[in-house]
Structure formats: C-alpha cells, structure tokens
C-alpha cells in the first residue's frame, strides 16, 4: 500500500473541497510520510470542516497514554472487525483526505521496490476515504489522527502494487457529501476501487525513498 502521498497546495484543495470552517493550514508536499500532518475535511457538530491531522491512527491505553501506531491505512474488509478502527468506523468518525497523488512500490523479480507515482485523470485533486480518532494524554493533550482506507486494487494498481494488491479508495465528487454525512451502510457502498481507465501513473526515482526530499521532481517521470 502506498506510504508516501502528494498534498496539493491549499488553493487548489479549497477548489475541490468546500468546507465550512476551513481551518487547515498546509502548502504543497511531494514525499509525506506516515506520522506527519496532513490534511483532512470532517463533519463535526452537523457542519464540515477542514483540520490537520497526523498521518497514522493514535489511541489513548488504560494507563492515559497515547500509542502512536504505524496504522496508516485500514483495510475496507476490516472496518468493523480491528481493533485499530472499529470505535472509529462505527461512530461514523469519517474523513476525506485531498491528494495530487500518491506513490506505490512494485516488487521487480530482483527484488528491487520500484516506486510509481499514481494520480488520477483529470482531477488535480481529489479526495480518498480516510478514518479519524482522537487521543488524550494524562497532560490533557489532545492528538488527532487518521488512516487512509485500502480497497481491493484496480487492474492498473494491483499490477504495480503487487505485494498486497490493494490501493487507496478514491472518492467521486458527488460522493463528498455522502461519505461524511451518511450512516454506515451507505458509507460502506462507496468503497470500491475507482476506475483504472481513470487513472494513470508512471516509474519515478527513488528520491522518494528519502524522506530528506520534497521537491517536485519526485513526481517525475524516470525510466526503469
């Protein structure tokens, strides 16, 4: 699944995501990882609302303490049955997380991970599912956090992502609204995988691989 996400720059994210009380932050990323902020549009109190999160669901243990665990992306299948996201999922704890793009590994049969830079067809940005939850500390520290949500991969995608054939869900844009506001069973008939026609990618270099670069010539094309 993928591990590194392209975050598009606020205005072109307040263009595809209209929300009520818009108070993220961000710029554009090329190489954000699991345990760093990222944005995330929500429904809180009948109204929606974009805020940063972190990469990577936390939970609050008996004792008061937050476990940051590397849970950056949940399983549509296991929604309702993990430990990690059931209280989320059925508390209808909802959010979208608006990418440029993201990149996938693919295993070589030298064993070689070959990253891939993966967007979709005309949409300079759009929207995955994600889950959020929120952690407090002994100290009254309060920690929001999300994970993205894998659907079974695409032609396209499970080619490349051969390890677990397993690929972000893209949201439709008439979906928005439904997926933050709606009961369980109509959130769940959305996550599907999203047309491979509509999608494209290509190899990029492993630059990606170091977290150190964020550039925008991570995104570009390499040959193998």
């Known amino acids: 699944m993928t591990e590194r996400l392209v975050i598009p720059s606020r205005r072109e994210v307040d263009g595809e995501l209209s929300v009520a009380h818009p108070w993220w932050q961000f710029s554009t990323r090329f ?20 805020v940063m ?6 939970q609050s243990s008996a004792q008061g303490a937050v476990n940051c665990s590397p849970c950056g992306v ?6 309702q049955s ?13 959010g979208i997380v608006p990418l440029a793009g993201f990149y996938l590994w693919q295993r070589t049969a030298g064993r070689h991970r070959q990253p891939y830079y993966v967007r979709v067809v005309n ?15 002994d100290e009254g520290e309060v920690i929001e956090s999300c ?9 396209l995608l ?23 506001s ?27 691989n170091c977290l150190e670069f964020d550039e925008a010539r991570l995104i570009m094309p390499a040959s193998l």
């Open 147 to 155: 994970a993205l949500i894998a659907v079974d991969g695409n032609p």
């Open 182 to 208: 709606s009961g369980v069973p109509a959130a769940r008939e959305l996550l599907r995988p999203y047309p491979h026609t509509q999608m494209v990618c290509h190899p990029v270099a492993p630059y990606v």
């Open 74 to 79: 949940v399983r549509s299948d296991a929604l």
């Open 31 to 50: 190489n954000v990882a699991i345990a760093q902020s990222i944005p995330v549009a929500r429904m809180h109190q009948r109204e929606s609302e974009g």
């Open 123 to 137: 949409r300079p940005v759009f929207g995955i599912a994600a889950l959020w939850d929120r952690a407090e500390t």
């Open 82 to 94: 993990s430990q990690d996201s059931r209280r989320a999922w059925l508390h209808g704890q909802r």
């Open 53 to 58: 999160m972190r990469w990577g669901l936390t």
């Open 158 to 180: 499970a080619e490349i992502e051969n390890t677990t054939g397993r690929m972000p869900a893209i949201l439709h844009r008439k979906d928005y609204e439904t997926w933050l």
